[in-house]
């Protein structure tokens, strides 16, 4: 049997992380297992899926689709002219240059305006359905048991502030499999393909490069289509979300401050740039008459989509195991998270998607997933909740040394060696230690004098000495602790002073029980995010004092020998591994660039510090490697002029001066 473990990131009642509607910024991480049990780790971004079309079927009772277009809900009519002006406006707006930094709320506020008015206007033309989600829930389990699913294991309940997710009508046990769902139910870029969306996707290159936008408008068009084989799924599928494109401004608002609120405010500009451009796409582009939107395709719609497929998409293998795409996966959709692992993986022998259960379940306890080791701002701003136990939060935290100091070019070279670029963006963790192996070496080179630099380049077993930069038990020296514990003391407490509320007046404030939903979201978000800051603020201050205990004490520096690679590469200890010999994910999110569809240009989520807190400024990687070389040169040439002069002298080692090492 040939199975491909995906990594998972279903929903809640509203959501699955897809970071912004537009262009998915998140790496998914999936095991392909052979008939031979060998196990592949791959990555790849959102791509196509493949899907054949599936038969029409219904069941149940018939659902009656109906366009709002007169009634009290209703505007007056708006002329095609009218829209059509307001919506190159939107546009436009979007479209423009990246604001200043510090002019991103106003900039927001604009958007909202025209995005209001174009709203208001489009007051009940939106599609909707007879009856509550409640209602359709039955059909959505009797068309997946005729579909092919597995559905006597669970039903479908409400778990109040839960929302709603798969409740066990037996007990069920850890790791014993109860539901698979196959590839005909999936709704997939391939399927859009086959569809009545063909034509304009054959000609238009954003819904070809942008399979979730695909799959938004996959979604769209089979809602409005009666005969729609996946309509009882749809159906099913919440009428509002709880991301925050469906917050109300002042909810926004609360997020101000916080590390969240770029991502926040750009999910929302790329959503109103991309329904701009698409509303004039159905409106004018020939391979779109048919399509069913051209009369009712309003903002309100394409921000359903939008957090349809951002609260559920996921990825699978194609029928040949050759590439990755991307999907929803009905029913299976509607499992709540927990902390936990990944128990959900794709058959290609039987070629469907199969879960397995995390824990063992009684009869009536909700089934639980892992959505992956998504952090707190993910689940709020693309899963539209905050999970309070949550073992995987962290804050990002950029850093970088400066281009302009003096020893910039030799600290450059020990990250390069150790697989660390000179800036990029790392975490800190809400667990102990509050930093990853990654950013312990980032530190201790960012704190090096030029002495340990020279060492570690040209000094005795230098390669080898690259091995522990990542590893607690082997530091620089007890000076070099203390800079850098005592950097990180500092720069924790400067990012909570940025805060408009302290931890305490935002647990007040949560005692309120008059805040709305969202504005309770926003303010568990801000103080998780404070509270991380202070354990690390609080950690650093911890590392310094043992430290300068230790340096008083005179304690002998534990030295690296050959032997502990051994030891290095056999513990399950992140911080013990050797630095080189893992993935960098922190560098791998720092890396992330998120390209705007209409425009061309990137999306900036705050301007990039170094870890002095100036800009960093791009700068040729040979630019840099000619300069470290002539540093290196002249280092060797100094070097060995001198070496018998100080063949009889001590080794001693100088502190640079702190203005080039401290914030």
């Given amino acids: 049997m040939v199975k491909v473990n995906c990594s998972h990131v279903c929903q809640t009642v509203r959501g699955d992380p897809y970071s912004d509607p537009l262009h998915h910024n998140t790496v998914w991480r999936f095991i392909i297992k052979s008939a031979s049990g060998n196990n592949t780790t791959g990555n790849g971004n959102h791509g196509v899926s493949s899907q054949p079309s599936c038969p029409s079927s219904t069941m149940g009772k018939k659902s009656r689709v109906k366009i709002q277009k007169s ?185 101000l401050g916080t590390q969240a609120v770029q991502d926040v405010l750009s999910q929302y500009k790329n959503t109103a740039r991309q329904y701009a451009y698409f509303y004039k796409l159905v409106q004018t582009h020939p391979a779109a008459s048919k399509l069913p939107l051209k009369d009712s395709f309003t903002f309100d719609d394409y921000r359903w989509a939008v957090s349809s497929v951002m609260t559920r998409q996921n990825q699978i293998p194609t029928e040949d195991g050759g590439r990755i795409i991307l999907a929803l996966i009905p029913l299976w959709d509607m499992c709540n998270h927990t902390n936990g692992l990944i128990t959900t993986g794709y058959n290609l022998e ?84 509050p930093i990853s192996a990654q950013l312990l070496a980032f530190l201790r080179v960012f704190c090096m004098t030029e002495e340990e630099l020279k060492d570690y380049l040209l000094g005795d077993r230098a390669v080898n000495k690259i091995f522990t930069l990542g590893n607690s038990e082997f530091p620089v020296s007890w000076e070099n602790e203390i800079k850098l514990w005592t950097f990180l003391e500092t720069r924790a407490a400067l990012l909570l002073k940025t805060y408009k509320t302290t931890s305490q007046e ?40 043992h430290f300068e205990k230790k340096l008083e004490e005179g304690a002998p520096l534990p030295r690296y020998e050959e032997s502990d690679i051994a030891l290095l590469e056999n513990t399950d200890a992140d911080a013990k591994l050797p630095i080189i010999l893992r993935q960098l994910e922190e560098v791998e999110e720092g890396r992330e660039e998120h390209s705007h569809l ?32 002539s540093t290196l040169d002249s280092i060797r040439s100094s070097t060995q002029r001198g070496q018998r002069e100080e063949a009889n002298l001590s080794d001693s080692r100088t502190e640079d001066d702190p203005k080039e090492n401290s914030e």
């Fill in 506 to 545: 935002d647990c007040s404030m949560l005692e309120k029980p008059d805040l709305s939903l969202h504005a309770r979201v926003a303010i568990q978000l801000r103080l998780a995010e404070k509270q991380i800051l202070e354990k690390a603020s609080d950690s650093g201050r911890a590392k310094r004092l």
């Fill in 598 to 629: 209409l425009n061309g240009e990137k999306d900036v989520y705050g301007m990039e510090m170094e870890a002095n807190g100036e800009p960093v400024q791009e700068e040729s990687q040979e630019k840099v490697r000619k300069e470290v070389y």
């Fill in 71 to 255: 009634g009290s809900g209703a505007s007056t009519v708006v002329s095609p002219k009218e829209m059509m002006n307001l919506i190159s406006e939107l546009l436009q707006k979007c479209s423009s240059a990246a604001p200043s930094a510090g002019k991103e709320w106003e900039e927001y506020i604009q958007i909202r305006g025209l995005v209001d008015k174009i709203s208001k206007k489009q007051k009940g033309m939106s599609i909707v359905f007879d009856g509550s989600r409640e209602d359709h829930f039955q059909d959505l389990l009797s068309w997946a048991q005729e579909s092919g699913a597995s559905c006597d294991s669970f039903t479908v309940a409400n778990f109040g502030t839960e929302g709603y997710g798969l409740q066990a009508t037996r007990d069920i046990k850890a790791e014993e499999l109860f539901l698979w769902i196959p590839r005909k139910m999936l709704m997939t870029v391939e399927s859009a393909q086959n569809s009545v969306l063909g034509p304009l996707y054959s000609q238009d290159r954003i819904l070809q490069a942008m399979g979730n936008v695909t799959l938004a408008f996959h979604l769209l068009c089979e809602r409005a289509d009666p005969a729609s084989f996946w309509l009882p799924y749809i159906r099913s599928l919440p009428q509002e979300y709880d991301t925050p494109l469906f917050y109300q401004q002042e909810e926004v608002q609360v997020l």
């Fill in 350 to 433: 039987d070629d469907r998607c199969e879960c397995v259960a995390l824990q063992d379940y009684k009869e009536n306890e909700q089934i639980y997933i892992f959505y992956g080791t998504r952090s707190n701002a993910e689940f709020v701003i693309h899963n539209g909740f905050f999970f309070q136990d949550n073992a995987h939060d962290r804050v990002k935290i950029k850093l970088g040394v400066s281009k302009s100091e003096r020893l910039y070019a030799m600290k450059a070279e020990v990250l390069a060696r150790a697989g660390i670029p000179a800036s990029c963006i790392f975490a800190l963790h809400c667990n102990e230690p």
